[in-house]
């Protein structure tokens, strides 16, 4: 007898170790038939086909997110020699689970099936496994090596074949793919029950479900508290397998679903103030709530509630006028409510007396450099006594500082010219009796300036469509070889250009020569970053003041290699930091002015 290899619980094994032996010791009387598809038509993503159940054509359609094939038989055919002698070696599905992460692929009966069957032939290989998740529960019914099974719902080949069935009523089943490889054969079929099979009761309840079998002379559940029994119960959500034994000692797998929905218990702990209440309670103690949860079950809530109480007190505060208690500056009562340090209402009452104080104010005017009464800037100066009522006596002084003029003139002249009795460039300083009666300094800043020189800089390059600003310098006044009057100019085209500026002594001119630039951008076809210094790098050549640029690269498998919003930056050839391998890559580039993406690809040789 093969040995089946998956991991579920003991009982689960125990289970399906009777359900082969039964199968092997009854098999010539049981007549266990598995009816397959005879498939006709392949086309891109899809392929349909019919089983003949019972005599009654069952249409089968298989659809994929990836492009599949066929093959004119089932690759190893002689390992399932020793399932059943009724596999046909015919036409069947080639799958490469191209999608790779995210692939699913689903059969559909057209009418609703029990216990539908999955051929799988060389499941991945011994360098690649291949994993598979099914949106149903399964069972292996036979294995010729190279699988291994995590779970009722996952399959891992290495170079795996194996026959699995999907104990139950359904009309679809979707498998999972999360690995591309070169193919793998598989083809469905149906495996009618010898005997009819019936599980009834409410397959969804609170702490526990109770399923009632009927059909066979035994029974054999995955779990339960009764697995033995036609009648069993279960505390635990999940999908169980069932197999029954008739009066002929011929079996039948099914399967079926429960959900149990468990009693919500919770607790809280609050506390609150005196005067209001939680949850409709307003006094310190335990409480316990029962309500219907939305899972229809018992929800137990237990609130320990906490009630603290209000606290108040009362000061008598004697203050002078311009001082404050509290935030308050004036005789009265005062009433505050605070949060105490047990989170509720603290009440105070204040009674506050303010005393007056006594005042005085000078005005006085003063020079920089002079003092009243120890002050010698400008300002408000209080000074405090003690009054006989315990409160200051305030002096108030407004004095106020009359500053040294000092003043800064700035001026230029041309050589030769006199400014003020000077006539070279220098700093100078000159001290007068102003207004206020105190004294101002005068300081003079001389230039002697020159005849103009504007500078246009050296020659230029320009693009086609892109332009130049030309910017001489500052001056008076500007005349350009157009007659343009602007102190700046905008080159379009090439040419030669030239302007003529002017101040207070007189004028001068210069020139620039603006050449085309060819600034049409394109990208190589290949590249060898092999440090040689030619070819190094991947980038866009003739690239010249573009902007919003980006530049991406991908490989064959989608993954994106590179990518920089600099256009004087390229790739190297590497990916994580490693050397990229070499091959066709495809790139994408998008800038400002480049409404469609430009798109190529390149060769990296090594």
């Known amino acids: 007898m093969k040995k089946i290899r998956f991991n579920i619980d003991f009982k689960t094994i125990s289970l399906f170790i009777i359900l082969l032996s039964l199968s092997e010791i009854t098999s010539a009387q049981c007549n266990q038939i598995y009816n397959w598809t005879t498939w006709t038509s392949f086309t891109g993503n899809s392929a349909t ?215 919500a218990t919770s607790v809280i702990n609050k506390t609150i103030c005196s005067g209001n209440s939680f949850e409709g309670y307003t006094t310190s103690g335990t409480y316990k709530d029962i309500f219907t949860g939305v899972n229809g079950c018992d929800s137990i809530r237990t609130l320990n509630l906490v009630v603290n109480q209000k606290t108040s007190s009362i000061i008598s505060k004697t203050i002078c006028q311009g001082d404050s208690f509290e935030g308050y500056s004036s005789s009265g009562t005062f009433i505050d409510h605070f949060t105490g340090s047990n989170g509720c209402d603290s009440t105070r009452t204040l009674n506050l007396t303010v005393n007056q104080k006594k005042s005085s104010t000078i005005n006085k005017t003063i020079c920089e450099g002079d003092s009243f009464e120890g002050h010698s800037s400008s300002g408000t100066f209080i000074d405090h006594f003690t009054g006989s009522n315990g409160c200051d006596s305030a002096r108030t002084l407004n004095l106020t500082v009359n500053q040294k003029i000092s003043s800064t003139i700035s001026k230029s002249i041309c050589r030769g010219e006199y400014f003020e009795g000077y006539n070279s460039a220098g700093s100078y300083v000159d001290k007068f009796i102003a207004a206020n009666g105190c004294d101002s300094t005068r300081t003079l800043l001389l230039a002697v300036t020159d005849l103009p020189s504007p500078s246009l800089g050296i020659d230029k390059e320009i693009c086609s469509g892109d332009s130049l600003l030309l910017n001489p310098g500052v001056f008076d006044s500007y005349l350009w070889q157009d007659g343009s009057t602007l102190n700046y100019y905008i080159v379009r085209q090439p040419g030669v250009y030239s302007v003529q500026v002017s101040n207070t002594c007189g004028s001068n001119t210069d020139q620039v020569m603006v050449a085309s630039k060819n600034c049409t951008l394109f990208f190589p076809n290949a590249f060898t970053p092999n440090h040689d210094g030619l070819n190094d790098i991947f980038s866009a050549l003739n690239a010249y003041n573009l902007k919003d640029f980006r530049l991406a690269v991908y490989n064959c498998f989608g993954e994106r290699v590179f990518e920089t919003t600099n256009y004087l930056q390229g790739w190297d050839g590497n990916y994580k930091g490693k050397a990229a391998v070499p091959g066709v890559y495809v790139w994408y580039c998008t800038f400002a002015t480049q409404t469609v993406p430009l798109k190529g690809t390149v060769t990296l040789i090594r």
């Open 49 to 263: 086909g019919t089983i003949i159940n019972n005599g009654q054509p069952i249409a089968v359609t298989m659809t994929a997110n990836y492009t599949f094939g066929s093959t004119p038989s089932v690759y190893n055919y002689s390992l399932f020699s020793g399932f059943t002698t009724n596999l046909p070696n015919a036409t069947v599905p080639q799958t490469t689970w191209a999608a790779g992460a995210g692939g699913t692929t689903t059969m559909c009966f057209s009418q609703t099936v029990e216990n539908p069957v999955l051929l799988i032939s060389s499941l991945g290989d011994i360098h690649t496994p291949v994993k598979l998740t099914f949106s149903k529960h399964y069972v292996s019914v036979y294995e010729k090596g190279g699988m291994t099974f995590p779970d009722d719902t996952t399959i891992i080949g290495a170079e795996g074949n194996a026959v699995i069935v999907f104990p139950g009523k359904f009309d679809c089943v979707t498998i999972f793919s999360t690995t591309p490889e070169y193919y793998t054969n598989i083809t469905w079929g149906l495996n009618p029950p010898l005997f009819p099979v019936t599980i009834s009761g409410n397959t969804v309840s609170c702490d526990s479900v109770t399923l009632a079998a009927s059909g066979g002379t035994t029974y054999l559940w995955s779990d339960g508290k009764q697995p033995n029994a036609a009648t069993n119960t279960f505390y635990k959500s999940g999908t169980y397998f069932l197999t029954v034994t008739d009066a002929n000692a011929c079996t039948v797998t099914t399967s079926k679903s429960v959900t149990v929905n468990q009693k």
